[in-house]
């Protein structure tokens, strides 16, 4: 929570450089919108790589219906997103000083909405006690179980088009939720 109220500087979402998710290229050209990156950067970009017709179907009613999910009371400001926090890129290691310390890797990392952040929750582990730390500092936005689908449907795609497999089904299943939202 503290990484994602830390002072970026930055007034635009994306990243200075393209990079990955996993080995899926991962576009970051910055966008003055956060709505508008999602879009176009992490939902289409990832329907444009299935290629699956009923997908990109799903992503244009998504894409038509984005500013359902955002207030225009809510300040969404950059923050700095690991991007692929799941339990497989979190770790602790033993410092200098022998305290052990939690230590996140592997980052695909960009400047974004920090809810964009839990669209790896699905198999990051995360618990009770982690979720209570961190809703004290960032309580619980009131449109954030409508917006949650439409942030894990990036990943579930990126995992379709890295794997294959039963991963379409959970984007499609993603997608639908967030229109029914």
């Known amino acids: 929570a503290r990484m994602h109220l830390a002072d970026t500087g930055q007034s635009q979402f994306g990243f200075h450089v393209d990079n990955t998710c996993g080995a899926t290229p991962q576009p970051n050209t910055f966008t003055a919108n956060w709505p508008e990156f999602w879009v176009k950067y992490r939902l289409e970009h990832q329907a444009n790589l299935a290629g699956d017709p009923a997908i990109s179907r799903l992503v244009d009613q998504c894409a038509d219906r984005i500013h359902h999910f955002f207030s225009d009371e809510e ?34 990392c960009y400047y974004g909405h920090h809810e964009a952040e839990w669209g790896m929750s ?13 809703r004290e500092l ?6 954030f179980r409508a917006r949650r689908p439409l942030y894990e449907a990036y990943h579930q795609m990126n995992h379709y088009n890295l794997f294959g497999g039963g991963y379409r089904g959970a984007a499609v299943s993603c997608l639908e939720q967030a229109l029914q939202a």
Do not use: K, M, R
Not at 122 to 134: E, I, N
Not at 138 to 143: H, M, N, R, S, W
């Open 138 to 143: 960032i309580p619980e936005a009131p449109l």
């Open 122 to 134: 699905w198999c990051a582990s995360l618990g009770p006690q982690f979720w209570a730390g961190y």
């Open 75 to 108: 300040s969404i400001v950059p923050s700095c997103l690991h991007g692929d926090l799941w339990s497989g890129n979190i770790n602790s290691v033993v410092n200098g000083d022998g305290q052990i310390s939690p230590t996140i890797f592997d980052p695909a």
